[in-house]
C-alpha cells in the first residue's frame, strides 16, 4: 500500500500539488500533511494553508510574527532582507567562557 | 567497573565517546567513562558506561579501582586535572590524541604530564610539526571512526520523509545551541531558495522540523545530496570516508584546530558563501568516498597486544606508520 500523500498546496511563490508522503495531519483542517508542510501552532501540527488563513483573518495578532524566519511566510509578511546579522551571527564564535584548560567543548 | 581496559572520554564534546564506542565496541570489553547524557549511545552498541557524580567528582576519582591500561582521549582538562589520582595508580597509560593546536601539548604542565605519565601517544590525526621532540613514544593511526553500516539512500531518504529525486542538505549540528539554532534558520531560507529538503541533525534543538536526533549520524550519510557540517574530528573524517559533497563551516575553539583540519575541504565561514558552497555542490554530484585504514580497530588491536604481552615491541607499532 502506498503511503498517504501531503494534501497541502502550498508553495513559496505557488501553490502546486506536493507529493511528499504524509507524515501527520493538519490539527485544524485535518487534511495529511508531510514534514515540510507542518509547523507547530498552538493547536497542534498546522498546514502552511491554515497558518496563512490564519494570519489573514488576524493580522493584527502578535502571534503573525512567529516564524518570520519561514520561507513559506516571506510573502505574507514583512519580508526580511537576503541575509540579516543572526544569519551572520552563525558564523561567529560561541560566547567566551572561561579561559583556561576547562574549555574544550563541542565538536571533537 | 572492571579493572581491565579504562577509555577515559570525559570531554565536553560528542568526539571523545564516538572515538572511544569505536574502539571499545571492536576490542568487546573494557569500560567507557564519559558525561552521564551520553550513556544512552553506550548502551545502543552494548559498550559498558560509566560517569562520575555531577558533585563529588574527584573523590570518585580517587576511589576508582586502577584499570590495567587507562586510554585518554586528549581533550584539556583530564589529562593534567581530574585525571591525576587514577594516573598516579594505572600501571600504564596511553593517549589517544588529534590534532588540538600545538601550543596545548607544549603548555609546560600539559607537557610534563605527556613524558612522564603516558606510555605512548597514539595520533589518529597528523601532529602539528612542533611536537616532534615530545620525549614519549608515538604511533600514528588511521582515523578513529564509529564506521556504523550505512543506511540505504532510498530507505534513509524514506524515513526522513524526503522524496526521491528531492534534493537534500543534511546538516549535523554540533557545539553552541544558539549557533546551531542560527545556522539551522539560516539553512531554512537557503534550502528554501534552493528548490532542496533540509534536515538539521541535533541532539542539542528540539527535534522538530527541520531538526531531527539521528545517532550515530554517520549512517545516514548517503541519504544526503549535501552535507553542511563544522570541522569536528567525525564530521570531517566520516564524510570524507561517506564521499559526500560537504560545506565546512569551522567553528573556532580554544584546542580543537577546526581550520586545519577544514584546509582541503569546501569552506564556508559567511552567509553568501555558504549559500554558494551549497549551490555548487548540489550540482556537483558525489565525490570519490576515501579509502583509509579503519583506526580504531587498529588500535583495539594494540591495546589487545599489549595486554597480552605486558609491552609494545616496535614490530607491533612499526605497520601502523
Redesign the interface.
Known sequence: MSPLACGDRSG?LFAHAC???A?GACSVCHKPI???H???AAGGPTCITCLRDHDDNDADDDAADDGA????FYGGRERAAY?DA??????????D?PPG???????? | MSAGILYYALGGGHGHVLRGLAVLSRLGHGTLLGPSALAPWAAALGVAYVSPPAAGAREWFAACPAPALLVVDVFPRGVVAELTPLLERAPAAWLVARRVREDYYLHPPVRATLESRYERVLWCETPPPALADLAVDATPLPPILLRPRALDRAEARRRLGVTPGEPLILALGSGDPERQRLLCRLLVKIAARRGAALRFVSSELEAAPPVVALFPAAAWLDAADVVVTAAGYHAVHETALAGVPTVLVPQARAYDDQRWRAREGVVATDPDALEAAVARLLGGGRRRPLRVGDGAAALARLIERRMELGVLGQEEVAPMA
Open positions: 513559496f507529493d511528499r508522503p507524515t508531510c514534514m515540510e507542518t509547523r507547530m524566519d519561514d520561507p513559506y541575509y543572526d544569519d551572520y551571527r552563525a558564523f561567529e564564535p560561541a560566547p567562557r584548560l576547562e574549555t574544550d567543548t563541542g565538536a571533537s
